[in-house]
């Protein structure tokens, strides 16, 4: 099947984690620049982004951010597993439902929730009477992804289905999974979805202080996912899966488990778009099918496209700034943004399949070597 | 009983429209390694030529239809696709920006509220509980597939493109020209999506996102069927459209397309390279 390898998958611009001694040592600059980097962006979106920034921008961020959540998963899986996965919309969708289906309960109060009582629904469905309890509601948040990305990830990877065939199927479960949720519309709230949500574990979800604490919280997630995420690309298993990305049938000649290592790293995405989607409800207020369909699961991989699919912090980036550019755009010239969209993803793909970090990278290279020469 | 019955020209015409567009795909992806995102685009700009020549007459769309998407396919394959080869996920996603832009193109020509094709008066009405209209599209697709057979095992330019579906590095050392058998072949698979929009108005309006609401469910017969097979593209097309429209009818349409993921998932345990070779009682 090598028709199916992707022949640009350069290494990604990272150090080594033990350089080979033949190379000098490293500068301590070159070995402290990752720290240091993470540690500036940490301090700016934990401190600085709160203080700075106007309740409406901040949720706004806290939005994006929920989406790179979700683009990190999306980075780990294609970007370093080559599984180009266009479904993440559905393990969002799980997380974000659990949860709001847990606040939308205790916002009832033992009542019915208020979109049933309009559907006509006269009692609480079996399926919703477990997500009463916080803990339950919690653990499925990301239990319900995982098990899902487990069981397709079995099926699929151990009959050796792989590229476009695997990212042909999660797009049919997004497809799949969003004409369901229209058509259950007493139990799952059909086109609006789950909205009108007003208590999060005691705060009022409306509130300023409450918008701002979810915010610090979710950049928080952000934060410890992807230094886990870093550390998991950075070991066995990571390099063992860029092994993979590279050449699958040769990691399986020299005796390990393709279709294992591919199952976890898609469970463990699903696992962080669950993550994303349950950060969501409270920040934005709704989940509803329109937020995870074919579209919008694309749209998440533009984004790691757009930033740079290499590299764990360029998934981030793109998430981000493909969310700014939406809004921007949305607001500024609604008809044109499909265009700019469209165009951009052709442009990106044509000109620089490794995104900004790879534009950025290369400049970068180009800048030192030249002050090298000098 | 009756209903059952009245099923089966429903899930067979869905069968037909969907190995129209599948078509097209299975020998993009088999020969070129290309998952076209924009050949949903090319359905809708099949449709609405059949919208705009709906007062010349409805033959003169199939025709006009045909070389308008192929055409399109065409400059789609000499822009861009060419430089993607070998990088099918690449293309998928390149393809989907297309795909974008032409969506809102055709907002920005045509408007966003869809729009009605009058079907001629000759497919109106029917015979027991097959209605013209829907025999007409499986009349479409059964000549389109006879064509296609013809084509591929009766000239020399079919022969060339089984030849570079087969092997391409060999068929090019053998002196046929490559690129200019994937031009023919991205040509005719794009013109038969726009043959599809065209049947696809016979059945429903006609919208921007008119494509989207089918591409995933042709990628799925590629799947199934196996890549740049003839046999195994109608068999799956016309299964997977007999599942949904039954699977619509016993269970409610919502259900119908996680029934229908799952029986797909099922299958590939059993055949994971899609039908390939023929054995058509392994589908049902």
């Known amino acids: 099947m090598t028709a199916f390898q992707d022949s640009t998958v350069a290494a990604p611009a ?148 792989r590229g476009a065939y695997f990212a042909i199927l999660t797009q049919a479960l997004a497809a799949a999974l969003v004409i369901l949720l229209v058509g259950q519309q007493g139990l799952t709230g059909g086109t609006n979805g789950l909205t009108n949500f007003f208590d999060f574990f005691g705060n009022d979800v409306a509130a300023d202080g409450t918008q701002r604490g979810l915010y610090v919280l979710v950049a928080a997630v952000l934060g410890v996912l992807y230094l886990g995420a870093r550390q998991l690309v950075r070991s066995r298993f990571g390099r063992l899966l860029l092994a993979i990305r590279d050449g699958e049938d040769r990691v399986r000649f020299l005796g390990y488990d393709p279709a294992a290592v591919k199952t976890v790293t898609f469970a463990i995405s699903a696992g962080m778009a669950g993550i994303a989607g349950a950060l969501f409800v409270p920040v934005v207020g709704i989940i509803s099918p329109a937020l995870l369909g074919v579209v919008p699961s694309l749209e998440l991989v533009v984004g790691v496209a757009v930033g740079g699919r290499y590299a764990l912090a360029g998934a981030v980036l793109g998430a981000v700034v493909m969310g700014y550019a939406k809004t921007y755009f949305s607001e500024e010239l609604p008809e044109a943004w499909l265009y700019l969209q469209g165009a951009l993803f052709i442009l990106v793909m044509t000109l620089a399949p490794k995104g900004l970090t790879g534009l950025a990278v290369t400049l970068w290279r180009s800048v030192t070597r030249r002050r090298a020469a000098a | 009983m009756e209903g059952v019955l009245n099923q089966l020209p429903i899930g067979l015409s869905i069968g037909a429209v969907l190995l129209l567009i599948a078509l097209g795909l299975t020998f993009t992806f088999g020969q070129m390694g290309v998952i076209n995102m924009a050949h949903g685009e090319f359905i809708m700009a099949g449709a609405y030529t059949a919208y705009l020549l709906q007062s010349v007459g409805f033959l003169i769309a199939l025709p006009a239809a045909f070389g308008v998407a192929g055409v399109m396919g065409l400059v789609l394959e000499r822009l861009l696709i060419r430089h993607f080869y070998g990088r099918p996920l690449d293309t998928l996603l390149l393809t989907w920006g297309v795909s974008l832009v032409l969506q809102q193109a055709a907002r920005d020509l045509f408007g966003a509220p869809n729009v009605q094709v009058v079907s001629p008066t000759w497919l109106r009405g029917g015979v027991g509980i097959l209605p013209y209209n829907r025999l007409f599209i499986m009349a479409l697709a059964v000549l389109s597939v006879v064509a296609i057979w013809a084509y591929l095992h009766r000239t020399g330019q079919g022969r060339r493109m089984r030849a570079v579906m087969q092997n391409r590095r060999l068929a090019a050392t053998s002196g046929i020209n490559t690129g200019r058998v994937d031009q023919v072949t991205f040509f005719i698979g794009s013109g038969l999506a726009g043959i599809a929009g065209v049947a696809l108005t016979l059945i429903g309006p006609v919208g921007p996102t008119l494509g989207t609401y089918y591409i995933v469910d042709a990628f799925l017969v590629v799947v199934a069927g196996g890549l740049g097979q003839l046999k195994g593209a109608v068999l799956a097309a016309l299964g997977l459209g007999l599942l949904n429209s039954y699977a619509e009818f016993w269970s409610d349409a919502s259900l119908a397309k996680v029934i229908v993921f799952v029986a797909i998932i099922g299958f590939l345990q059993l055949r994971p390279q899609g039908l390939f070779v023929l054995r058509s009682r392994a589908l049902s």
């Open chain 1, 14 to 161: 990272e150090p080594p984690a033990r350089p080979v001694p033949a190379e000098p040592a490293p500068a301590r600059w070159t070995r402290l620049r990752g720290p240091a980097v993470f540690t500036a962006v940490a301090v700016l979106m934990l401190v600085v982004a709160p203080l700075a920034l106007e309740p409406f921008r901040l949720g706004l961020l806290a939005k994006y951010l929920c989406y790179a959540i979700v683009a990190l998963g999306i980075g780990l899986t294609w970007g370093q597993g080559g599984m180009l996965t266009l479904g993440q919309g559905v393990f969002f969708g799980l997380g974000g439902y659990a949860m709001g289906m847990y606040l939308k309960l205790h916002d009832a109060g033992g009542d019915l929730p208020d979109f049933m009582v309009w559907s006509g629904v006269d009692h609480l469905p079996a399926l919703w009477r477990p997500f009463g309890n916080p803990v339950f509601a919690l653990a499925m948040v990301v239990v319900l992804p995982v098990a899902v990305a487990l069981l397709l990830g079995v099926l699929v990877f151990r009959q050796r289905v």
